[in-house]
């Protein structure tokens, strides 16, 4: 079966510590896309990537980072300067149309608390 | 700048439809999307319709579309409690395309 998929579920993490979390598809998606959904909000967009080897800052990228080394997989890292990293996290992916990109899908989600 | 705007909450009894509502600011808009979370889940696409578009039909679901007024709506007719949900309304804009920018949803409540 083609999706995407996210793990862990739930991360608990200390004050301080980076923690990565995984986001991998087989849909052979060009884009992949990290959001982050606090309670009563909307999605907000972390990090995009249209292409392996490449991605841009969304609207709220500062205290994260990313990577793009294969096509199939996108990790996000919350770094110990994310000031409020706790919210659940959605990746997502598109492909790519002409010079648009498609719906999104989306994962499970992470959700990440710290404590 | 961009904007999708919705009401937070809609309560409807079973067997009664639906109505939720969303209001864009980008003419340029392509694509517009409704999305469905269940809880601790991620979204779900339920539907779609090309800003060329004025009305689209899927079994339960209807979407209608005015450009004129950037409104666009989701009818979800004879409600089950299974559609206890969270409605995320989004659009694409036409700048290359990349970009959705999703509301802040609307959380349906379906009571027995």
């Known amino acids: 079966d083609g999706g995407i998929t996210q793990s862990p579920k739930y991360l608990f993490r200390k004050e301080g510590q980076n923690v990565t979390l995984s986001c991998e598809q087989n849909l052979n998606h060009d884009a992949m896309y990290w959001y982050r959904q606090d309670p009563g909000q909307g999605l907000r967009l972390i990090y995009y990537s249209q292409i392996v080897n490449d991605f841009q800052k969304g609207d709220i990228a500062e205290g994260y980072s990313v990577s793009r080394e294969k096509k199939e997989s996108f990790p996000l890292t919350v770094t110990s300067a994310q000031k409020n990293p706790t919210a659940f996290y959605l990746c997502a992916s598109s492909r790519r149309t002409g010079n648009s990109y498609n719906e999104q899908f989306f994962g499970p989600g992470t959700r990440l608390t710290v404590l | 700048g961009e904007d999708v705007e919705q009401s937070l909450f809609l309560s409807v009894r079973e067997g009664d439809s639906s109505v939720i509502n969303c209001t864009y600011t980008?003419?340029?808009?392509?694509?517009l999307y409704w999305y469905k979370q269940e809880p601790g889940a991620g979204l779900q696409l339920l539907t779609y319709?090309?800003?060329?578009?004025d009305m689209k039909q899927d079994q339960r679901l209807t979407v209608l579309l005015n450009k004129k007024d950037k409104h666009l709506s989701l009818r979800i007719a004879d409600t089950q409690t299974g559609d206890s949900a969270i409605y995320f309304c989004?659009?694409?804009?036409?700048?290359?395309?990349?970009?959705?920018?999703f509301g802040a949803g609307t959380r349906l409540f379906v009571k027995a």
């Open positions: 319709i090309f800003s060329n578009m």
């Open positions: 989004a659009e694409t804009t036409n700048t290359g395309g990349f970009k959705t920018i």
């Open positions: 980008d003419s340029s808009s392509t694509y």
